[in-house]
């Protein structure tokens, strides 16, 4: 008899749905749920974006049409000049931009540049579980750099070394942190960027959440405005969050002109190009004053201090460290437990309130689970409502 599964590849039986979804798929089928599970903001795309789409609908006779497989001239002029802004790199629209098709596609494109099978990829742990699954289904392997929970989850550079070997590619960045909600201070970063150099390996900064800072906006730093990084960094920005359009599925990269070249192949084979009504919204969105900005980063630290209020009534359930930036934190459970997998599924059971475990980010995420405020002000309440329900206040 044949193997039933010798149809799968290997790489695909190795990887599972992550746990945000599982936990989101358990909890589907179930009545009046509170989902501080998934990191999908309550927010609607800002109305300017919207409307200049609306227009663009009727009056662009191209819209429906492929661009060019790095994306529109107009939008990489734009995202050059936005990253020049940020940074003050200035860089080559033509040789140091491509536009994705958000920031997951432009990771996926680069693994499958970069990773021969059995390749290394460096990743914090905890880390954005994705990132891991994506690494593995191109036949590379998630090496995991533990943070330092002690000090809130920062970065722990000197650990970096040890970590190193001929088969490592890459090391992976997200600042502020999914799933911590850490910023990584720029002596920590700087001292990766020079360990990076040293070695010969990329830095792929993963950036979705640097428009969340609250009023650590000041401890934020960008690593790639360092100049000495250009050839070994390549930066990948998403409007799925600071924009609210993550169903558009759109972002753009910063990238060397060498690494732009042979990521381009991957990215024209498996994509050919990033929608085009998503480039031109992301156009409008680069384009245009971001007003929404502003009441987006206000809602969002009144939610943070919601649920750290809410937190600190259960101290023998939770201890945590104040979230930083982004728009999650990542308890550690002090309750009576086995694992943070049985100890969600639990609580799901019992109060219909959804949480995604820590381990799914890896090995230090065991006994921690994540929360996302990025939801209703009431879904919070409710959701902490049932757990002090739960566990006694
Ligand atoms: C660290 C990180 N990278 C990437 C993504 C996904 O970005 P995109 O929607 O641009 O694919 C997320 C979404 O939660 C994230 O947290």
Redesign the pocket.
């Known amino acids: 008899m044949t193997d039933a599964r010798a149809w799968l590849a290997e790489n695909v039986a190795g990887i599972t749905v992550s746990a945000?979804k599982e936990m989101a798929m358990r909890a589907a089928p179930l009545d009046d749920v509170a989902s501080l599970t998934w990191?999908?903001p309550s927010f609607q795309t800002p109305a300017y974006i919207r409307a200049a789409v609306k227009n663009l609908l009727d009056s662009d006779p191209e819209l429906g049409m492929y661009s060019l497989p790095d994306g529109l001239p107009s939008l990489r002029r734009a995202a050059a000049a936005a990253h020049e802004a940020a940074t003050g790199i200035a860089v080559d629209p033509d040789r140091n931009v491509t536009i994705?098709?958000?920031?997951?596609?432009?990771?996926n494109a680069l693994f499958h540049t970069l990773l021969n099978p059995g390749d290394e990829i460096i990743v914090t742990d905890p880390?954005?579980a994705?990132?891991f699954q994506q690494i593995r289904l191109c036949r590379g392997v998630p090496v995991f750099w533990p943070l330092d929970a002690a000090q809130g989850w920062q970065l722990d550079p000197e650990a970096l070394p040890g970590l190193i070997t001929p088969r490592t590619k890459a090391i992976v960045l997200?600042s502020p942190?999914?799933?911590t909600g850490k910023i990584f201070s720029e002596a920590k970063l700087r001292r990766v960027g020079e360990i990076a150099r040293q070695h010969d390996v990329k830095i792929l900064l993963?950036?979705?959440?640097s428009h969340f800072c609250y009023e650590n906006r000041d401890s934020y730093f960008n690593l790639s405005s360092v100049p000495e990084l250009a050839d070994s960094l390549i930066y990948?920005f998403?409007?799925?969050?600071a924009y609210a359009?993550?169903g558009w599925?759109?972002?753009y990269m910063i990238l060397p002109e060498a690494v732009k070249k042979e990521v381009l192949k991957v990215h024209d084979a498996t994509l050919i190009c990033a929608p085009r009504v998503s480039q031109l919204a992301a156009l409008t969105a680069l384009t245009e004053e971001p007003v929404h900005l502003k009441e987006f980063e206000g809602v969002l630290a009144r939610r943070r201090a919601l649920i750290c209020e809410r937190l600190d009534r259960l101290p023998h359930v939770f201890d945590y460290h104040k979230p930083e930036g982004?728009y999650y934190v990542f308890p550690r459970i002090v309750a009576q437990h086995g694992n943070a997998h049985d100890f969600c599924i639990d609580v799901l059971e019992k109060t219909h309130v959804t949480l995604t475990p820590g381990a799914a980010f890896g090995p230090s995420g065991e006994h921690h689970l994540r929360m996302a405020y990025c939801v209703a002000d009431e879904v919070i309440d409710t959701a902490f409502d049932r757990l002090e329900k739960l566990f006694g206040v």
């Not at 994705?100 to 990771?107: D, E, F, I, W, Y």
């Not at 993963?206 to 959440?209: A, H, V």
């Not at 998403?238 to 969050?241: A, D, E, R, Y």
């Open positions: 945000i990191g999908l994705t098709a958000g920031n997951m596609q432009g990771l880390g954005f994705s990132h997200v942190s999914n799933p993963d950036d979705p959440y990948l998403t409007f799925s969050k359009m993550t599925r759109i972002g982004a």
